[in-house]
Every structure is written in C-alpha cells, then in structure tokens.
C-alpha cells in the first residue's frame, strides 16, 4: 500500500529545508517510525561522549567542556511529534550568535528569490558546519563523532531555533592546544560529490542496518546523508514521479515513503564526520534536503538521491 500523497508532500513542504531539516517548520512524525529504539553505544572509551537531549522547549548538553580531540555526541528527543536535527557549527570571527540566528530566520523565510540568495550566502560564510544527528523519538539514539580542534562551537536544533532566545543554542567550549587521540574506525563510506550540476552519492548499494559511516562532503555546497524508509512495493519509479512531482510544486502521484529523514545533518564541503545508527532492515532513499543554493530547489527534488537496502 502506498501512502496518501497528499500527506507526503504536505510534510516535505512544512519542512522548508534549507540546511538539515531547518527553518522552524518540522515534520510531524508519522506512526509508522523509520528507526527502532535502543541503537547501541557506539563510542569507544578513549572518546569523549556528550549526551544532548532535544526537548520540544530546551536542548541540553551533558557537558560543555571538552579537551581538543576526539569527540562523541549522542543524542536522543522525549519528544513524541517532531523530529530533531541537530548541526555542530563553528561561527567566523566577529559573528554573533543572535545575528546568524537571525539570518538563518531570512533565509528560512524570504520569498524574494533575490533576498532568499543572499540570506543563504550570509550563513553559508558566517559559520563552518561540522554536521549532527538527526534524531526521533522512536529512532533512538544516533551518534556523530568528530576531531575537534580548539575553539568554541555552538549546537543548534534546526527544528527549534529562535532568534529571540539564542540560550537554547547551547555552546561548547573544546579547550587545549591541539586535538589528542585517534577518530574512530568507519568500515562504510558515503560520499556526496558533484557529477557536473548533479549531485550524488559514493557507497555502497546494499550498507549495514546496524551501521557506522564515514562521511566526507565533496561536493560545492553544504550536503547531508539522510535515510528515509521506503514503502514496501514502491518502486524506483515511484520514487522518481514523487521528486518530479515535488520539483514542479505538484501533488505526486504516490507517497512512496514511510517515517521521517534519520542521519547526518550539514556538513560544510570538505569536511567530514562519523555517524552511527540502527534502523530496520530494507530499502531507503539516501538523499539531502539541502536547498541548492543556485535553484533554490531542495537537492532531493532535483536528483540527489540513492536507493540504498539496508540488511
């Protein structure tokens, strides 16, 4: 059975991407979760871990203080209806955090395709974006491990910023004179990169259910690694009628996913990040909703997307 299109694109359209599942309208979570609960720890125990809680009115940290390093931040949301990306990000000299808030907002809201570019090259120069789990209640915990140089970063819920409350984009000071310790090992790679205008993805087709990934941006733009559950019976023309659809500002003929994106929220491009989840086995369209910041069509709309089997 697929699932009623007029539900999927309603949800693909509250999200309003633009970085993750940014700009402060989220998805509601469908019954059916993309992920089981209890992913198992990940870290080993020469690693830092950060334990993050993605309330519906607070993110919390466990700590906020780490020596440079290797760095783990597992994180989890009590809440039952949306769902939390969150995205470490380091923001350039002489930029405040209440003014790239800000920015982000106008970037997230300008109709003005003009004023929408210029929003977006604001906050694309104004910080560097190390990526983050994207969690949800039933999914559990995921996990993203870094090397961490020194400095101050900041963790935002793409799902709940606010310009007027920038306390809830909690601060992590990583102190010391240079990053100690070894990243952990990740036996699967995904890569994002450029095939001309199109982006796409280096990996495997069949990856592990009970994974851990190595992810390096090599495209021109932010990019994130998303799995979202496929529908049984849907095919891959299914998948490809729904983006069309969805590129156009159509209603798609089907709705051939269930759940909501899981994975690794933006990264800057050259950089990369380890993540770790567990979701049940079958078919997933690995994809970015990153808005192209040429088009301003979202990267899954246009393309970027893998159908990948999980086992």
């Known amino acids: ?3 009623n299109p007029s539900d999927g694109a309603s949800r693909f359209g509250r999200r309003g991407l633009l970085i ?3 700009s402060g309208a989220a998805a509601l979570l469908p019954a059916t979760a993309v992920a089981q609960p209890g992913t198992r720890p990940r870290a080993g125990r020469a690693e830092q871990v950060i334990e993050a809680v993605a309330a519906p009115d607070a993110l919390t940290l466990s700590t906020s203080t780490v020596a440079a390093g290797v760095v783990t931040l597992r994180a989890t949301t009590p809440d039952q209806k949306l769902q ?8 350039a ?7 790239f808030l800000t ?3 106008q970037a997230a809201t300008a109709t003005d395709p003009a004023e929408r570019r210029a929003a977006l090259a604001l906050i694309d120069n104004e910080a560097r974006y190390f990526g983050g789990p994207a969690v949800s209640a039933p ?19 793409y799902t709940t910023y606010d310009p007027a409350r920038p306390e809830r984009v909690p601060a992590l000071t990583v102190t010391g004179t240079r990053p100690q310790g070894r990243p952990r090992v990740a036996p699967h790679l995904i890569a994002p990169y450029d095939d001309g205008d199109q982006g796409r993805y280096l990996t495997a087709t069949t990856l592990p259910a009970d994974g851990t990934f190595q992810v390096v941006n090599h495209t021109r733009q932010l990019n994130e690694v998303m799995f ?16 069309e659809a969805l590129r156009k500002g159509q209603q798609p003929p089907v709705y051939p996913f269930s759940g909501v994106p899981v994975g690794l929220t933006p990264l800057q491009p050259g950089a990369g990040a380890v993540f770790s989840l567990s979701l049940p086995p079958g ?7 990153i808005s192209n910041r040429q088009t301003l069509v979202k990267r899954a709309f246009e393309g970027m997307w893998q159908l990948v089997t999980l086992r």
């Open 1 to 3: 059975m697929h699932a």
């Open 20 to 22: 993750g599942m940014a």
């Open 84 to 91: 939390h990306p969150l995205g470490l990000l380091r923001l």
């Open 93 to 99: 000299p002489g930029v405040t955090l209440p003014d």
């Open 103 to 105: 920015h982000y907002r």
């Open 139 to 157: 999914g559990g915990p995921v996990e993203v491990t870094w090397v961490l140089a020194p400095g101050t970063y900041h963790l935002i819920d």
């Open 228 to 243: 979202m559950a496929v529908t049984p019976g849907s095919t891959d023309a299914d998948v490809t009628a729904c983006m």
């Open 283 to 289: 078919r997933y369209l690995l994809t970015s909703f």
